[in-house]
């Protein structure tokens, strides 16, 4: 019962936190810099756990925390493109370092170096790439934290819809090999209750918020079904992540909710997917 409420409370506050970083353009950078930061610690201290591994954890931090700053300067046209410059130096560093470090194992340093960048600190950033875009009736960039935040509902609400059906009508696995507890009818009740809600978008923002936005219903629908099925394909990512270096729990930071990659797994995969399946619309 300790642990539930601890875990309730822990999840409420996670939720207000996240929303609330949404309402300035300011907190969600700082926030999911943040973040960005946490993960990568978390991720780059497991994997140095493992025998013969030794990545650079404070250059990896850094270079993923700079490269969403940059991502964030440059999607809402505050920096120019040569921003990047230092983060490419700093990965060419990372590749050249082992040449003169004789580490036990070279090549997995170089793989989980880069998997640090690529599975956590690119998805982040491009939450950028969300919440920043052209303005449809001037030339500038405007900040918009619908699509966004959307993408952190969907996989709240998946989840939800995941685990009540899951808990009363769960009987056929989902991918048992890799997390036993997920099953066919949660996964299938999770992704309803992600498409209903995002059909009734377009009429809540028209009436509540009095905004006709740029997505149709079907589109809606269609986001909501994307981030279905690649958060559910992030969250077993992490789980076999976790099943190959023998641990429960990617970390304790969170009471009642493990650690970072635990919380954000789903949107890793998420947050690319949606960006691919919005950028893909707008452009055909």
């Known amino acids: 019962m300790k642990n539930f409420i601890v875990r309730a409370i822990t999840g409420v506050l996670f939720v207000a936190v996240i929303v609330c970083s949404f309402l300035k353009p300011q907190t969600m950078v700082l926030l999911f810099a943040l973040v960005t930061g946490l993960t990568i610690w978390e991720f780059t201290g497991l994997v140095n756990n493992r025998e013969g591994i030794t990545t650079n954890r404070m ?47 070279p090549i997995h340093d170089w793989a989980y170096t880069m998997m640090s960048q690529l599975y956590i600190a690119l998805p982040f950033s491009l939450l950028n790439a969300l919440a920043f875009h052209q303005a449809a009736d001037a030339p500038y960039v405007v900040y918009d934290p619908v699509l966004p935040l959307s993408v952190f509902v969907f996989l709240w609400l998946n989840d939800t819809g995941a685990y009540l ?53 079907i589109q809606w629908v269609g986001l909501g079904l994307t981030i279905v099925i690649f958060g559910t394909w992030g969250d077993l990512i992490e789980s076999l992540f976790k099943r190959t270096i023998g641990i429960k729990d990617s970390g304790n ?6 650690g970072m990659l635990d919380r954000f797994d789903s949107s890793l995969l998420a947050i690319p997917a949606a960006v691919v399946y919005l950028y893909t619309l707008l452009y055909i």
């Open 165 to 217: 059906c899951g808990s009363l009508l769960g009987k056929h696995k989902l991918f048992p090999r890799i997390s036993p507890g997920k099953s066919w009818e949660g996964s299938i009740g999770g992704g309803i209750l992600v498409m209903v809600v995002a059909a009734l978008i377009p009429t809540c923002l028209a009436q509540l918020l009095s905004i006709n936005y740029h997505l149709s219903t």
């Open 59 to 105: 250059i990896s931090t850094v270079a993923g925390v700079y490269f969403f700053l940059a991502m964030a300067g440059y999607c809402s046209e505050f920096t120019p493109t040569a921003v990047f410059i230092p983060y490419l130096v700093t990965l060419i560093y990372l590749l050249i370092a082992e040449l003169y470090l004789k580490q036990e194992d």
């Open 253 to 258: 930071i969170l009471p009642g909710h493990g």
